[in-house]
């Protein structure tokens, strides 16, 4: 049970990269420059997530379903997973858009 969570966000990362590749929404467009997106908002999200921790506004919570595993206090390794997953949904979201767009446009 302890990594059900972790087994249901990279479930869903893997969803993100089957959507990707099906209608070519970030990183198949571009693989470079998706990358750095991805890792620089990955890197905002952390540094939030660590000043949050800092301030006494974030906590983690104890659950069944999580790893315990940590990458830094308070921050749990299934985070840099939900993170993860958040910054690609917003880029396929966004290269979706782009591609509704420019078909609208045409």
């Not at 990269?17 to 470079?32: I, P, T, Y």
């Not at 908002?41 to 800092?54: E, I």
């Amino acid at each position: 049970m302890s990594t059900l969570y972790l087994a249901a966000l990279l479930v869903a990362i893997t969803g993100m990269v089957v959507l990707d590749r099906r209608f070519g929404l970030f990183f198949w467009r571009d693989a470079r420059r998706a990358a750095i997106v991805l890792i620089v908002g990955l890197v905002f999200f952390l540094a939030w997530d660590l000043c949050g921790v800092g301030l006494g506004i974030f906590f983690r919570g104890e659950t069944d379903f999580m790893t315990g595993l940590l990458v830094a206090p308070e921050i749990p390794v299934e985070e840099v997973f939900f993170l993860t997953l958040l910054c690609y949904l917003t880029m396929n979201a966004f290269g979706a858009a782009c591609s509704i767009l420019d078909r609208r446009r045409s």
